[in-house]
């Protein structure tokens, strides 16, 4: 911390800790607040059912295929079998739980195998 902030600092980064977090939390409550009371269109309903695929790419396929600085898209890469295991559990148990323990598996274990 500053010098100059003195015994004011702690209040300081707490405050602003806070003042954050309840401005989080407004800019995502108030959109599902205000849609919440109503009733969207079939179209856009069925639009929406695109979102959390899009959302899970858009995280996973970076960290996939991009593990270093360049693109590696090799059959050797753990991380690609990896998720293609986890993509088989997936789709035969549409379970979590055996999705991530499975292909958290396959990935450590084809780490330690391939060092």
Same mark, same amino acid.
């Given at each position: 911390?500053s010098?100059s902030l /003195?015994e004011?600092? +702690? #209040?300081? &980064? %707490?405050?602003? @800790?806070?003042g954050?977090g309840?401005?989080t939390? !407004? $800019?995502r409550? $108030?959109p @599902?607040? #205000?849609?919440?009371?109503?009733? #969207? +269109?079939?179209?856009?309903?069925?639009a929406?059912?695109?979102? +959390? +695929?899009a959302?899970?790419?858009?995280? &996973?396929?970076?960290?996939l295929?991009f593990? /270093?600085?360049a693109?590696t898209i090799?059959l050797d890469?753990p991380?690609?079998?990896a998720?293609t295991?986890? !993509?088989l559990v997936a789709?035969?148990t549409?379970?979590v739980?055996?999705? &991530? &323990?499975?292909g958290?598996a396959t #990935? %450590? /274990?084809l780490q330690?195998?391939?060092r």
């Amino acid at each position: 911390m500053s010098a100059s902030l /003195g015994e004011n600092a +702690p #209040l300081l &980064v %707490w405050s602003a @800790i806070i003042g954050i977090g309840l401005i989080t939390f !407004a $800019i995502r409550f $108030i959109p @599902i607040a #205000l849609l919440a009371k109503l009733e #969207l +269109p079939p179209q856009l309903k069925r639009a929406l059912v695109y979102v +959390p +695929p899009a959302v899970m790419t858009a995280i &996973v396929a970076p960290a996939l295929f991009f593990p /270093g600085a360049a693109p590696t898209i090799t059959l050797d890469t753990p991380r690609l079998v990896a998720a293609t295991v986890a !993509a088989l559990v997936a789709w035969r148990t549409q379970g979590v739980l055996w999705t &991530v &323990v499975l292909g958290m598996a396959t #990935l %450590w /274990g084809l780490q330690t195998l391939l060092r």
